[in-house]
């Protein structure tokens, strides 16, 4: 099968795209470096394409940047996939975004609706946050050695295993929304900032902070962990954590 993976070099799109090649499938790359623009379309072909897996991202706090930044990926994904023929389109969104009033949030609400009323099949897969997300946040706020970390209810998944589930996915029909994808427990944020800097022999005080408004309290009340039905990962943060490297 001809896959092609739409931000095949980020957190998770590197596990993805080796899982395909791993698997025996054909590889396609959509990002700059294989020479293509998906925000402005330019070198998008799709030509024999099967499946598109889509896990693009984009770093910004900005609603505006979230939603433009999404609706012209996906738009274009959508209109190359039409002229191709591409059998399924394949989306990994976020846990808790239809809830969660955060700005980033919009895009990938975004990205789900025209995903879902386009003409190509598709599959939507809601993770929740990666392993990953606790050396992400380390250091966004903070003032020398004091890092504020949000008070938050947190259900990490393993990128590795998201991928290898979305690689399940996309070797089947399109199958519409299908149950979300958590982690095996839930973890405080704070405790997984303490046991990165731990483990990486980093410094600092980490102080807990009660993000205000909407969006705190999703972090704060189960918004952003899975509910009844989801499947989940097997590999813990403390598994992830052994395996990076030491300070």
């Given at each position: 099968m001809r896959i092609a993976v739409a931000g095949g070099t980020g957190t998770v799109g590197r596990?993805?795209?080796?899982?395909?090649?791993?698997?025996?499938?054909?590889?396609?790359?959509?990002?700059?470096?294989?020479?293509?623009?998906?925000?402005?379309?330019?070198?998008?072909?799709?030509?024999?394409?099967?499946?598109?897996?889509?896990?693009?991202?984009?770093?910004?706090?900005?609603?505006?940047?979230?939603?433009?930044?999404?609706?012209?990926?996906?738009?274009?994904?959508?209109?190359?996939?039409q002229v191709a023929g591409v059998r399924h389109h394949l989306v990994l969104s976020i846990v808790g975004i239809d809830t969660s009033p955060s700005a980033y949030y919009t895009g990938k609400l975004l990205q789900e609706k025209l995903v879902q009323a386009g003409e190509v099949p598709w599959t939507i897969l809601r993770a929740t946050q990666f392993h990953e997300f606790a050396t992400q946040i380390l250091g966004v706020i903070?003032?020398?050695?004091?890092?504020?970390i949000p008070v938050m209810r947190n259900e990490p998944v393993a990128a590795r295993e998201v991928a290898g589930h979305l690689l399940d996915l996309a070797l089947k029909p399109a199958a519409g929304r299908v149950p979300d994808l958590g982690g095996p427990q839930e973890e405080k944020m704070v405790d997984m900032v303490r046991a990165y800097l731990k483990h990486t022999g980093r410094t600092g005080f980490v102080l807990p902070v009660p993000v205000p408004g909407a969006s705190g309290k999703a972090m704060r009340n189960g918004t952003l962990v899975t509910g009844p039905g989801a499947v989940h990962g097997r590999q813990t943060y403390a598994q992830w954590l052994a395996e990076q490297p030491q300070g």
């Open positions: 596990h993805v795209a080796d899982a395909v090649t791993e698997r025996g499938h054909e590889l396609v790359l959509l990002t700059r470096s294989a020479g293509v623009d998906l925000v402005s379309g330019e070198g998008l072909d799709l030509t024999g394409v099967d499946v598109v897996v889509d896990v693009t991202s984009k770093m910004t706090q900005k609603a505006a940047e979230a939603q433009a930044f999404f609706g012209a990926v996906t738009r274009n994904l959508l209109a190359a996939e903070g003032v020398g050695p004091l890092h504020l």
